[in-house]
């Protein structure tokens, strides 16, 4: 059906023409969930949008050629191309949130939709919308879909979107990454509902992601791109199975496993960096640290803490319900150990963070470090010890960042601010120390961060957190952001670290496979409430919750017999 | 939603004491008013009785509230000038600024939106660059100057239209309006100009940021990816979604162009507030001067009040259910 021959694609640019996409080949039949996999920058979407059309300005189709059954789609004009969208290929873009029109009620952009490609009565077009979006799964659709977007959940909204991409019955859908901003258990119902249209309705699917888990659990064939070339392409079973391209491997073995811990990650070749520990090096940053963090480590407890936010006001009368995002958490983190926190998007994992670095102020409980009592909010002085001891890791590196200060400004600014480093040069000093300690280029100094990729400023992100010395680290959602193989370098340093400087971590992730490489202790939130505080091993092994249970159970995970393969 | 409105109407309340207060203290204390309403040949002692008639001894708090609720029943005072009482002066003289200002208003939304949307969709358009330049020159040059220029060319030049006063005015119910005669509508054209350039390329340029904001989000390219009309996805999508920053600068703009139109109404004699103002201050006629200050406040806060309505009217996400 989709015929897809030598297709390269290229950007304009001041010095010459960037080839995002070189010569790349695949075939979608009808029915066919395709599978495209690579990390960020691997020319996946751009694929996607030269198929559709929409490549962005001033991208362009260089050569090769695209057929949509017997269309040739380079061949067409700007009418006939946007007449084709939605009608023979149709979109679904990653992220629900953004992806419907916020001012118009969920009927009003499906009947739009449907009217354009056929000549068809308003009422009959509300009749297949309520249909399909009971074929969805959303029930009672016909009074839900008077219903404005935001008030869908993540998980209805992206069957919505679904159904806007299927309500013209398209003979191809391109699925730009439509589960990533989603959680596990919601992820697995619309990977099924994709699963069940390919097969039902004989739709292609063009599925582009960059997690192999989800392409090892319902793509039929898949296709490994990196840096605009392909890789290897075939039946999914094949290529994962019997991966004949080292990168292939390399970007297998990066995938963190849910069902056992490793102690080190492979990680691809020429994304080498230079692993603590490994050499003996002498390094000046890490001396520094160690000297900082020669008393004990220290350990960190929470008891009863509860926090509930006012609700929005909408009478004179009455006092609105209060929001609970936290109610009554207990924990406590052993001195140097490191305990993971997993829950879905709004069970209170942020909260816990905020609260724990003093942002937030629990309405109940307390909270205590180092077996000293550590008041909540703005009762926390400016001056707080704690204010150094605890620092953090935030999950979206290209905003955690001042983009308009010099790299070296960032770093050095934990060392005067907590009065560490009286001199400046010594600051810079220990600054360039302390990134060559990460793993980066000492010359990065003198840098801006939007020089860099979000690997490295996390890398950044990371020993800005250092330069405080602190004892506890606080990583909130730090890798959700990277590609796997950056993801494996940054949980490799984050291991590393650990194991030299005793740092007490608290892991903040959605992701299971991600939480068990790192933990010794997992906290299972939901809802504001703890479902399973344990030991790492208990709570993956044997589960006591039933929604430890359901998390571990949807997961996309790698066929063992796959997983093997793996260097 | 009532306790939204409610809530507006009570922080309003409080914008207007504030206004009140400030006229208040103009009229009492710029000057003795006592010796701006009398002449040299009036004794002391008649002076000393008319502050204790008019109530000048009594206490502060008592006098400031005797002010406020003399305004509340629509009792303004009068004028030191022309002995009037201000409330027949003002009102005259409102339905002229009222009437330049929508249709500078409208002026400036018929051909700023538009432009906004175009300059937008062909960011490198041979238009688009013309378009942004005039503008740009037209902000730059102050506002009288372009009244003069007008005046110059359409009306002493070319002579196609009065250069001064409201032209054939009609009088219903105590509104003298110039939208019904064409006389009327011709001496209108220049000012309403004048003064609508300023906030055309500010919606113009508004609406273009906003619009080529909008057009990179991800329903925009939904949308085309489901190939909705061009037109409807530029109107319906696209235009209607960058309203909410738009309408809150020309909310505060049309009270700018209320306030301010004293520059226009200058330069082409038009017999609005705004000149009302201006000969009050050469008198210093003050009773004017603070009820002028009063009105003006109160169409800045009732054009915001409409502004929080528009919103909520705009975008559903605004909507706040009532708990019944």
Redesign the interface.
Known sequence: MLRVQGLTVKFPSRFGDVTAVEDMAMQIAPGEIHGLVGESGAGKSTVGAAVIGLLQPPGYVAAGSLHLGETDLRTLDRTAAHRMRGKRISMIFQDPQTSLNPLMTIEDQLVETIQTHEDITTSDAQARAVDLLEEMGIRDAAARMQAYPHQFSGGMRQRVVIALALCTNPELIIADEPTTALDVAVQSQVLDLIRRLADVRKVGFMLITHDIGVIAQIADSVTVMRRGKLIENGPTAEVLGRPQHAYTKQLMGAVPPLDRRLDRFPVPEDETSPALGTAARTNKAEDWLLEGVRQNPIGLSLDGITVAFPGTRTSFWHKPAPFVALDDISFEVRPGAVLGVVGESGSGKSTLAKTLTGLLKPTAGTMTLAGADLPGGKARGRHHASRQLIQMVFQDPFSSLNSRHRIGAILSEPLWLYGLVKDAADRRALAKEMLDLVGMAPDAIDKYPHQFSGGQRQRIAVARALLARPKVLICDEPTSALDVSIQAELLNLLKDLQAAFGLTIIFISHNLAVVRQMADEVLVLRNGRVQELGAAEDVYERPSAAYTRELLSLTPVMPAEWAQHVP | ????I?KRLIQSVFVMLAVAFLAFSLFRFVGDPITQMTGVETSVADQERLREELGLNDPFALQFMRFTGDMLQGDFGFSYRTRQPVAEMISSRMPATLELGVVALLISLVVGIPAGVYTALRPRGAATQAILMVTLVGVSIPTFVIGIMLIFFFGVQLGWLPTFGRGGTVTIGGWETSFLTVDGWRALILPAITLGVYQLTLTMRLVRAEMMEVMR???I??????????G?LYF??AL??TMVPVITIIGLQFGGVIAFSIVTESVFQWPGMGLLFLESIRFVDIPVMGVYLVVIAFFFVLVNLIVDLLYVA????LR????S
């Open positions: 939603m009532a306790y939204f409610g989000s991800d329903y390219r939904f949308a085309t990816a489901r190939g909705v009309p061009m409807r319906r999508h209607a979604n705009i975008d559903p996400r706040i259910k009532d708990v």
